[in-house]
């Protein structure tokens, strides 16, 4: 789970739009949160994941679905207000279904720092705080065949590359061909993008990088060899942006 960065709520969602459609919610039940401005902008926000469990959004039948932060059952009023509206995963919204936010709150994942209440240990989150504890307990972010398996898979594809790269660095010498630095610098930058908000499941590939000795080796290697370039550090803030501690 990492922070969506806030976007504006879609124009179309006026406070004239947003009457209208609670009252015809409220007097027919009417699925008024799904219109495609709604669905689209949830999307760009999430990068097209679940903003809890990180899965891709439309990959493995995992489609999207509002999600309604404090439920509907409880706050019809807030059934449209933008702030209120997440986009989620099949699998997390059934899970979250009508628990109660305002009673028990957990990780809000735009207006919360996730890092701040959850770690990765073992490929499993962890609680720092009562927010945590709450999240990972209502949304199930511990499912081991459906979370868990996959970022033990993801993590450990990323630490045999890594490993891989450190070698092909390593084996390189000090003045190798433009085309084994192309072939390195291109590998790592593949390796980070999985841990860019952008990629599924990117705060374990993030935590699972930025834990690695294998990471860093190479980065001072390729600093060594004026191989580390703009891209690179810009890649590495996006990670760091995502990764979670591995400690308390």
């Not at 006026?14 to 008024?32: A, I, M, P």
């Not at 097209?48 to 959004?57: D, F, I, M, V, W």
Request: with cysteine.
């Amino acid at each position: 789970m990492i922070r969506l960065l806030t976007i504006p709520s879609p124009a179309e969602l006026t406070d004239e739009v947003v009457q209208k459609l609670t009252s015809s919610y409220k007097t027919t039940g009417t699925e008024v949160w799904q219109q495609p401005y709604i669905r689209k902008a949830l999307l760009e926000m999430s990068a097209g994941k679940c903003c809890y469990c990180e899965t891709k959004l439309g990959e493995e039948s995992k489609y999207l679905e509002v999600e309604h932060f404090h439920p509907k059952k409880y706050y019809p009023d807030e059934v449209v207000t933008w702030e209120n509206l997440l986009p989620v995963c099949k699998r997390c919204n059934a899970h979250k279904s009508s628990h109660n936010t305002k009673r028990e709150p957990i990780i809000h994942p735009v207006t919360d720092e996730p890092k701040t209440h959850l770690r990765l240990t073992n490929y499993f989150l962890k609680a720092n705080t009562p927010l945590g504890k709450t999240i990972i307990e209502v949304v199930c972010l511990n499912d081991i065949n459906r979370l868990v398996t996959p970022r033990f898979q993801l993590g450990s594809q990323i630490i045999r590359e890594l490993e891989e790269l450190l070698d092909m660095v390593t084996d390189c010498g000090h003045y190798p061909a433009v085309k084994q630095r192309n072939k390195v610098v291109g590998k790592l930058t593949v390796l980070l993008s999985l841990g860019t908000r952008f990629a599924k499941y990117s705060a374990t590939a993030a935590t699972i990088i930025l834990g690695e000795d294998s990471y860093h080796q190479t980065k001072q290697l390729l600093l060594k060899n004026n191989w580390w370039n703009e891209e690179l550090t810009q890649l590495e803030k996006e990670v760091e942006f995502c990764a979670l501690s591995t400690t308390k």
